[in-house]
């Protein structure tokens, strides 16, 4: 029987009560929300937290919505939430990619999106979504709010910019014309983690590329940003050789290890196909959404 | 140890245990409720599946003390006064299952399913069950089985 080792449980009634646990529990304490990725590892005992701060009663962390230029994501919706949401889907429709493949619908009633990003597995798809469309995330702490940009968010594999008595609250996508984005994964069969995936978004200007965002899942130590390949994009008119170039980049910059899931050169050769493949798409959802 | 309450199958269930317990063991240690599988442990198999206030969960990775406040359903709750449900029904009708192990899980999995989207399409019905293992591979009869009850309950719905 796989079961966790003992802990502390708190259920929060407030963001600001959760803040004061964490505060005054210190390192030893952790935030369980889905629990989808906390729990496994908890029976593993590759995480050992002496009390869990349970969030799953703060509604108000739960919500998708349309602010000034912004969508704002609390940071206790759901995947499958993530999934269904129209207003996702138009502005950011590589969420609705991802949300397809990321785990089973059982399992994606329960995760949230502050979870997964919190727990920072390399392999996880939402990082590299976020990072794509140049998110930045909500951290606050008794001290109050901090925003940071996806580029700063991870520090380690499983570390990221969130500390010791702080929780991340919110996700902010910023909204801009011209914008199209695409996930495109492979995986050993359905619901499994990456072997490898690409994350892109395109921003069309007069029919030239003012800025892109890419980033990869499952090869290397933590989301792989691709700023060398984002640089080559931009000014430049969208062309199957170009992103052929942008796939070249992504092969050489990530850093996957070999595993059950690949050798090294597939996982590089996946690497480069992927992002070929959510460039294009990106850009072809780009310009529909220019012509419509 | 920390005293929980749950509502299962709209019984109140009280217990002194440890926050570490998992769902599926408290339901399965409470008399007259053991029809929820234990399997992989690990979120794959999906044969732990229950409702939680309506929506299919995986009860291995839920702390049972997570649940006080929620209304969990098991699979004894679909049988009502000695009448099958017609996902019940469904799966003894086209015969749904071998062993019988993951019928627990499919069950609670595919009557949320139904419940969601009463006309399901054979691709929709595959990927609901997706994070549900089948391991004698009958998904073939699991998938009519779910037609058969979407059939049976639209054909009660229009009093044929």
């Known amino acids: 029987m796989q079961t966790p080792a003992s802990f502390e449980y708190e259920r929060a009634t407030s963001v600001e009560g959760a803040i004061a646990s964490l505060q005054r529990l210190g390192p030893e304490a952790r935030v369980i929300a889905g629990g989808h990725s906390l729990l496994p590892m908890m029976k593993l005992r590759l995480a050992n937290p002496e009390h869990l701060i349970d969030i799953n009663d703060l509604a108000e962390l739960s919500y998708i919505r349309e602010e000034g230029d912004q969508i704002l994501i609390g940071a206790l919706t759901r995947h499958v939430d993530l999934l269904k949401s129209e207003l996702l889907f138009r502005h950011a429709p590589l969420f609705r990619d991802a949300e397809n493949v990321i785990a089973d619908p059982v399992v994606r009633n329960r995760g949230t999106i502050g979870g997964s990003l919190c727990q920072a597995d390399a392999a996880e798809d939402l990082s590299a979504v976020c990072s794509a469309v140049k998110a930045k995330v909500v951290i606050r702490g008794a001290g109050g709010e901090r925003v940071v940009g996806m580029e700063d968010f991870h520090v380690g594999p499983y570390v990221t910019a969130v500390g010791d008595g702080e929780l991340l609250t919110e996700v902010r996508i910023p909204l801009r014309r011209g914008g199209g984005s695409a996930h495109e994964k492979v995986e050993r069969r359905a619901g499994d983690w990456a072997i490898a995936a690409a994350s892109a978004a395109v921003w069309l200007e007069g029919g030239r590329i003012a800025d892109a965002g890419i980033a990869l899942s499952a090869v290397g130590l933590t989301t792989i940003h691709l700023s060398r390949a984002e640089e080559l994009l931009r000014g430049e008119a969208p062309s199957d050789e170009l992103f052929a170039k942008a796939g070249e980049i992504a092969s050489a910059d990530c850093s996957p290890s070999q595993d059950g899931r690949g050798p090294i050169d597939y996982k590089r050769h996946l690497a480069g196909v992927l992002t070929k493949r959510a460039l294009l798409r990106a850009t072809a959802r780009a310009l529909y959404q220019e012509a419509s | ?160």
């Open chain 2, 1 to 160: 140890m920390t005293n929980v309450s749950i509502s299962i199958n709209g019984d109140k269930v009280s217990r002194e245990i440890e926050p570490r317990q998992l769902l599926v063991h408290f339901i399965r240690e409470t008399p007259g409720l053991t029809g929820t599988h234990w399997g992989c442990d690990t979120s794959n198999c999906g044969a732990c599946v229950v409702q939680m206030d309506g929506e299919p969960v995986k009860s291995c990775t839920i702390l049972a003390v997570m649940c006080e406040g929620h209304e969990i359903r098991t699979v004894e709750s679909l049988e009502v006064d000695g009448q099958l449900d017609p996902i019940q029904m469904g799966f003894h009708e086209t015969h749904a299952l071998q062993c019988g192990f993951c019928t627990p899980g499919m069950l609670m999995t595919t009557r949320a399913l139904l419940d969601e989207n009463p006309d399901p399409t054979e691709q929709e019905i595959r990927t609901a069950i997706s994070g549900a293992i089948c391991r004698c591979t009958g998904y073939k009869n699991i998938v009519s089985a779910v037609r058969w009850a979407a059939d049976y309950e639209a054909s009660i719905k229009q009093g044929v």
